[in-house]
Structure formats: structure tokens, C-alpha cells
């Protein structure tokens, strides 16, 4: 199970949405009832853990326990530089691009 939380996002410097992973309370209260409470404190650790991870949907960077960080490169953001509009669908794609991935339109590359 996931969630999505509205984060400020230290690589898109802005606030974006964060899909984490979400934590199954039910399950954790019935494992907590049937061991007599010894299951509490890997609940407690599970719901920690759930809580600080996630990865942001625009640029794709991952925060981990304790703040860890991997991803996020904002050099695969369009520029000019590096993409154009597809003639017939106007979605960006790369000037490499011999076939539009959007809508399958031949492309000359450039």
C-alpha cells in the first residue's frame, strides 16, 4: 500500500507530491494481540520507517531512512537543448528521436 503527501522537494524546489509507503495498522494491531504485545515495537519501528521514506513524482528522487537520498538528477528535465515538439501531437520528445512516443509520428532527428 502507498499514499501521496504533499512535500517540499529539496531537488525540484518546490512542494510536489510524495508517494511513501503506508503502514497496514490493522494487521500490526491483530500480529500485536496475538504475541501479547512483543509485536508492538517492530510496529512502531515499521510506522517510523514508513513515515520517512518516499520519492518525488516530478523529478524522481528517493528520501530514505534517516534522510538518505538517491535520484532526483534534474538534468532529465526538457530544454531545448535536448528535446523538441512533436509535430503532431506537441508532446516533448528528443531530438534524437526518430519516432514520437506518444503518438508513433515518423520524426526526422535533429
Do not use: Y
Amino acid at each position: 500500500m502507498t499514499s501521496q503527501v504533499m512535500m517540499d522537494c529539496d531537488n525540484c524546489s518546490k512542494a510536489t507530491i510524495h508517494i511513501q509507503p503506508s503502514t497496514s495498522h490493522l494487521l500490526h494491531l491483530v500480529l500485536s494481540i496475538i504475541t501479547f504485545g512483543f509485536w508492538l515495537i517492530i510496529w512502531i519501528i515499521v510506522a517510523i520507517n514508513n513515515k520517512s521514506q518516499g520519492h518525488c513524482v516530478e523529478c524522481g528522487r528517493e528520501v530514505g531512512v534517516l534522510g538518505s537520498t538517491r535520484g532526483g538528477n534534474k538534468s532529465n528535465k526538457p530544454t531545448p537543448e535536448s528535446h523538441v515538439k512533436c509535430p503532431d501531437c506537441r508532446e516533448l520528445v528528443l531530438k534524437e528521436a526518430r519516432v514520437c512516443k506518444h503518438c508513433g509520428c515518423k520524426l526526422v532527428p535533429q
